[in-house]
């Protein structure tokens, strides 16, 4: 037995999404709709998460990525795909420790006072407490990852596979412990990555120092934004073809202050068109001048200590703060007669990622991985093809980096993250990496060792993310089945540090590429096109815009608009736009159901039920679907969500929406109203679909009333629409889109003589093509309830054209406007006789303006212009209104 639709099937009036986009998420997700088994039946299609920061919360960058996802994820889901999208979050090892730090600091404490193994308690707890809280604002914004699945980088597992990887690394040489130049912070107390550093341009000064040739009354003069770093100088560089030094070179330098002997060598490094030609070598404060260092074989002097004052190497500036030692050592050397001239100067300085304080480049004794080996196999899967950068200009960017790649510093002075699992002898002084905690030393069984104190940087962790997270080192199902993953989604920003590293940790480890495309987006900015940030106090809080619009419009706000790469503005009118996009699709849902009341849900139209905006509307649906599909799969989600758009807007509710209102409203003829229930129902079912992955919230509360699959509990478990390109017809969507242009050609005519539009107005069509006379004598009806044309006369070929008529043209179709009998004749010529009286001033006074010599002599002449400008279009827009007075005699 059939079953009738009634009136429960309606929904409200208003679009509340704070009303039912709780109640979904967790519908999901307490029906396990998110979680994936492993499906050997299945292909299978899986994303790991990029893991936000423990200590992190919900910003415009994170709801672009994780919305990227869950389109990519929703859309393979509804495909049939064995599809996994992996959570969790990064440990974060040094932003964590700050903020437990401070805490403590509050309580009038330190880690150091509390020992290691007390803080770190006070470490999990913290995470345990404020730990979750990207999680749910993750929830909120929709994600449909599986939760099942949850990892973090310092769980057991995630930990077993760290150190699994460290040892192996250490076995085969890659890793090794060295001193060398790295990143340090003196507030943080350690080493820092790349990643962590923020450049920033600031006015400074270039100090112009000399320094007197040995022995000699002459002096080499050499630059530097940095003059307390001469105390550790052991030598000065100039090019091997400065002609200005060639005769000097080998010789010894005296250093000022120091009195210290240091040689003048030549090294390809140096710039002879930068300032003199001539650098101060500091190799214990610059990376650079490291690596000359070590080319000449030159004494590395540590000058700055770890907390930022002035080291022993100092003298009498020992204990100083660096930047006190700075003024107070340009002092000295002006009276010294050293300084030669100080000039302004603009640089970029790094600053710490997490606590804004100046980096210092130092001299460290670290531990490192080696590169080369592990950087070439990466870049070949690249150039090979088996990972696709998209847009594919990013792998430039990739493999550029990859081609200069430094050994990676992966120690840190921290401890709140993986542990470095070497163990030092305190009677042989050997070092010990194992997989497992040590109690003796391997070589001379002493009982007294201690472990290294550092931590290992989070990227060390985070680059085995896509194979860690499914079971490795052990040989899981998932990792069998769904490594490597499908699909990385990630912000331009993080290629290097993360990308890379992913791809040469899983091409080493996981013995293949850990993903088959890396989808790269760009970033949110304000609408001024600044990047978001605290200092600028421009962000705009996610979870915010979510409370008060809801999160599918912040969704479909984001992915419209959006082309991969590229970096895009926020603005506050574009929320609007797509909270009335999700308004109009709620009304015209809520039209069609409340229209529903007894319509057969068994109910199929034959071929001769359809009329030709069913036709119609059937094939422009069947080519959205076909056009979405293509650009889901070519990862140009914004396109997608834009033909959604306008096919939603413009086409369904704008056209066939009111297309249908008279057979809906014509309960006598049945079949006729089944008809276009049955369109309206399969359509916006099928629409519904399409948008859920950028709408999944408003989707599903609409889904579950329209008529469907009984025997589905959700939205997410339909399937993906079908791609039917027999529905698509060329020749359909002509016709219709001919009638549609003459109803706009008419509502615009009418318009424009003020017709009020209850009127209705007589039309006369005469065709220029004639296949579409049989079209539109079949298919009046439209041009009567939607351009309110009443009689319509199709003339015959050859016939005359009326007189007294307005005019438009349409491709193919002549469409005329009588206008007797339409307008108030007396009315409307009352209404142009006062604006041609208007008019007439104006032309007057402007006139005599410029007939006027004393103001054509004395103002400037593009005030001049302006007013003869005025006059032409005041004189051209009086024509007009005389014309249009003499066809309103005509009509008398």
């Known amino acids: 037995m059939s079953e009738e639709m009634t009136q429960e099937n309606n929904i409200p009036k208003v679009y509340d999404p704070q009303s039912f986009e709780k109640k979904w998420y967790k519908f999901w997700e307490d029906n396990k709709l998110f979680h994936a088994e492993v499906d050997k039946s299945k292909k299978p299609y899986s994303m790991v998460i990029p893991p936000p920061n423990v200590t992190g919360q919900l910003h415009m960058g994170h709801a672009l990525d994780n919305t990227l996802q869950d389109i990519l994820i929703r859309f393979r889901r509804m495909q049939g795909y064995n ?265 970029a300085v790094g600053h710490c990622s997490r606590c804004h304080s100046t980096i210092e480049p130092m001299v460290s004794k670290q531990w490192f991985v080696k590169m080369e080996s592990l950087a070439k196999p990466a870049m070949e899967a690249v150039k090979d093809g088996r990972i696709k950068f998209v847009p594919e200009r990013f792998s430039k960017i990739y493999l550029q980096w990859l081609e200069n790649i430094r050994d990676w510093c992966i120690s840190r002075q921290l401890w709140w993250g993986h542990r470095i699992p070497a163990w030092y002898c305190d009677e042989c002084g050997e070092t010990s990496v194992s ?106 809080d996610p979870v915010e815009v979510i409370e008060k619009y ?98 939603i807007w413009n086409e369904f509710c704008d056209w066939y929406i009111e297309l249908t209102k008279a057979r809906l409203y014509d309960k006598e003829n049945v079949r006729a109203r089944n008809t276009a229930l049955y369109v309206l129902s399969t359509v916006l079912e099928g629409t519904l679909r399409l948008l859920h992955p950028f709408m999944p ?32 017809s060329d020749e359909i969507e002509a016709d219709m889109t001919a009638i549609m242009e003459t109803i706009k050609t008419v509502r615009n005519m009418r318009a424009e003589v003020g017709a009020a539009p209850s009127k209705k107005s007589e039309l006369i069509l005469n065709f220029t093509d004639e296949s579409l006379r049989a079209v539109f004598t079949e298919n009046q009806s439209y041009l009567d309830k939607l351009a309110s044309s009443d009689p319509i006369t199709i003339l015959p070929a050859g016939a005359d054209k009326p007189e007294n008529a307005m005019a438009g043209v349409v491709n193919g179709v002549e469409v005329f406007l009588p206008l007797k009998g339409l307008i108030d004749v007396d009315k409307e010529t009352a209404r142009l006789t006062k604006e041609l009286e208007k008019l007439d001033k104006e032309i007057s006074r402007l006139a005599k303006k410029l007939g006027n010599e004393g103001f054509l002599a004395k103002a400037p002449a593009d005030v001049v212009a302006g007013e003869k400008e005025k006059l032409a279009g005041y004189e051209e827009k009086k024509k007009s209104v005389e014309g249009r007075m003499q066809d309103l005699a005509k009509l008398k």
């Open 83 to 347: 599809a996994v999208w992996i959570p969790g979050c990064d440990h974060a090892g040094i932003a964590t420790q700050a903020k437990v730090e401070a805490s403590l600091r509050e309580e009038g404490t330190n880690r150091y006072e509390l020992g290691r193994e007390k803080f770190l308690e006070r470490v999990w707890d913290w995470k345990e407490q404020y730990g979750n809280r990207i999680m749910s604002q993750l929830r909120s914004l929709g994600s449909s990852c599986d939760w099942d699945r949850q990892r973090f980088t310092m769980d057991e597992g995630c930990s077993a596979a760290v150190r699994e990887v460290f040892v192996s690394l250490y076995d085969k040489g890659l890793i090794y412990q060295g001193t060398r130049i790295t990143n340090w912070c003196p507030d943080c107390n350690t080493a820092i990555s790349d990643i962590e550093v923020e450049h920033e341009n600031e006015n400074g000064h270039l100090w112009h120092l000399r320094y007197q040739v040995e022995g000699e009354d002459r002096y080499v003069e050499i630059a530097t934004t940095r003059p307390e770093t001469m105390f550790g100088d052991t030598g000065v560089a100039v090019h091997p073809e400065d002609e200005r030094y060639k005769d000097i070179v080998g010789k010894t330098l005296i250093l000022p202050i120091v009195n210290r002997r240091i040689p003048l060598f030549a090294d390809e490094y140096v710039d002879k068109e930068f300032g003199t030609g001539a650098v101060k070598v500091t190799p214990a404060h610059d990376p650079n001048d490291f690596e000359m260092g070590l080319r000449h074989n030159l004494e590395q002097i540590k000058v700055i200590n770890n907390d930022g004052t002035m080291g022993e190497g100092a003298g009498k500036y020992n204990g100083m703060d660096r930047y006190e030692c700075r003024k107070t050592l340009v002092k000295e050397l002006e009276e010294l007669g050293v300084l030669v001239s100080v000039e302004e100067h603009e640089h």
């Open 435 to 540: 997989r497992t905690d040590l109690t003796e030393c391997p070589h001379c069984h002493s009982k007294h060792i201690h472990q290294d104190e550092d931590v290992l940087d989070t990227w060390f962790s985070s680059g085995l993310w896509p194979f860690e997270t499914m079971g490795w080192p052990n040989e899981t199902e998932e990792l069998k089945h769904f490594y490597p993953t499908a699909t990385l989604v990630t912000g331009y920003d993080i290629i290097f540090f993360w990308v890379a590293r992913m791809v040469m940790m899983g091409l080493e480890f996981g013995k293949d590429i850990p993903f088959h495309h890396v989808f790269i987006h760009g970033l949110v900015r304000d609408s001024q096109g600044r990047k978001m940030s605290k200092s600028l106090g421009n962000g705009i």
């Open 550 to 647: 809801g999160a599918d419009t912040l969704r479909f706000m984001l992915i419209t608009g959006n082309t991969p790469g590229n970096d895009m503005r926020f603005y506050w009118e574009r929320v609007e736009g797509a909270r009335n996009f999700a308004n109009k699709i709620w009304n015209a849902s809520r039209y069609m159901l409340m229209n529903l009341e007894g319509f057969d849900k068994s109910f199929k139209p034959s071929e001769e039920d359809y009329t030709l905006s069913d036709k119609w509307i059937l094939s422009r649906y069947a080519r959205t679907v076909r056009d979405v599909t293509e650009n889901l799969d070519k990862f140009e989600l914004g396109e997608a969500g834009r033909m959604i758009y306008e096919f």
């Open 697 to 728: 919230f408003l989707t599903e509360e609409i889904w579950q009333k329209v008529p469907h699959d009984d025997a589905l509990k959700s939205i997410m478990e339909t399937s993906w629409p079908e791609v039917k390109a027999e529905c698509i």
